[in-house]
């Protein structure tokens, strides 16, 4: 079994901003967090970004968002067993021959090991992020993209399937963090 953090590569492809970067709350209000939103969510004005303006269209962005992540439409038709049962989409709308929607992982899996895991806490005690993962030895199974409780709003994690999918599939602008592995 292995967990990765879903992150966006854009050494090879153009990147992307929102015009509005504090519609969803610069990433932070709430609106990416797991809590279904139905079809509430304000559609987002995108551009390019003028540091990354050249390159090709990726299949996966951030839309400099991280963790929210943002798939073209033909990464959905490719990832789609994997991504509807376990989330919904954000339109994003922009001048681009590529149409492209941010993700909000609803599924949350509450399987990290806090007391084996590397865990920086704020001096509240609340989770400021996890250095060293390590998932609860009862884990057989993960769904194929979610979130956990303790980082829900800056981490996004798929599994090794959902990895493979992106690789069978050819899909551009992907890049997986290996954070845990269990033989």
Not at 17 to 28: E, N, V
Not at 59 to 66: A, H, P, Q, S, V
Request: proline share 7%; with cysteine; net charge negative.
């Amino acid at each position: 079994m292995k967990l990765y953090d879903l992150r966006a590569d854009l050494s090879v492809c153009c990147a992307f901003l929102l015009k509005d970067p504090f519609i969803w709350g610069g990433g932070k209000s709430g609106w990416f967090e797991g809590t279904s939103r139905g079809n509430t969510y304000p559609i987002a004005q995108g551009k390019r970004s003028e540091e990354r303006i050249d390159g090709p269209l990726p299949d996966y962005t951030d839309f400099g968002l991280r963790p929210i992540p943002a798939f073209s439409e033909r990464a959905i038709d490719a990832l789609a067993l994997m991504l509807r049962p376990h989330g919904e989409f954000a339109a994003i709308e922009m001048d681009e021959p590529v149409r492209y929607f941010a993700f909000n992982p609803t599924t949350i899996v509450d399987v990290l090991d806090e007391e084996q895991s590397d865990i920086a806490r704020f001096r509240s005690g609340g989770v400021m992020a996890v250095e060293r993962h390590v998932l609860r030895a009862s884990v057989q199974t993960l769904p194929p993209i979610f979130n956990i409780p303790q980082t829900r709003r800056n981490t996004t994690y798929v599994t090794e399937e959902f990895r493979d999918q992106v690789r069978r599939a050819e899909l551009t602008g992907f890049d997986f963090e290996l954070l845990f592995e269990r033989q």
